[in-house]
């Protein structure tokens, strides 16, 4: 009866260090999962902060584009008034040309009228 009693004894001494093993590793695994849980905290807390980044920046590209296509606007707006301030021109020139041909056609008439004369 002792013998079986000592073997049982042995017997849950052994099982006894068993779940410790066991428990300790469960202990460490857990805290490797915490570890990995806590990396993967750093890194996703790191890509919110860069899309954050990256969405102020759109923001602040798009306000830029607006910008810019007012630009645009007012740009492509005085370009065609220059332009038609051109044709204007361009048409004020020819009819100056026209008249000064006119007049020197008169000149024309008249010197030689007035030599003889």
Same mark, same amino acid.
């Given at each position: 009866?002792?013998?079986?009693?000592?073997?049982?004894?042995?017997?849950?001494?052994?099982?006894?260090?068993?779940?410790?093993?066991?428990?300790?590793?469960?202990?460490?695994?857990?805290?490797?999962?915490?570890?990995?849980?806590?990396?993967?905290?750093?890194?996703?807390?790191?890509?919110?902060?860069?899309?954050?980044?990256?969405?102020?920046?759109?923001?602040?590209?798009?306000?830029?584009?607006?910008?810019?296509?007012?630009?645009?606007?007012?740009?492509?707006?005085?370009?065609? @008034? @220059?332009?038609?301030?051109? +044709?204007?021109?361009?048409? +004020?020139?020819?009819?100056?040309?026209?008249?000064?041909?006119?007049?020197?056609?008169?000149?024309? +008439?008249?010197?030689? @009228?007035?030599?003889?004369?």
């Amino acid at each position: 009866l002792q013998q079986q009693a000592e073997q049982t004894c042995r017997q849950l001494l052994r099982s006894q260090e068993e779940h410790e093993q066991l428990l300790q590793a469960a202990v460490e695994q857990a805290e490797g999962l915490e570890q990995s849980l806590r990396n993967a905290e750093a890194v996703l807390a790191e890509r919110a902060a860069q899309l954050r980044d990256a969405q102020a920046q759109l923001s602040r590209n798009k306000l830029l584009i607006e910008e810019l296509r007012g630009e645009n606007r007012r740009f492509a707006m005085a370009l065609q @008034a @220059a332009e038609l301030k051109h +044709k204007s021109m361009e048409e +004020k020139n020819q009819l100056l040309e026209e008249q000064a041909s006119a007049l020197k056609q008169l000149i024309g +008439k008249i010197t030689p @009228a007035s030599l003889s004369g």
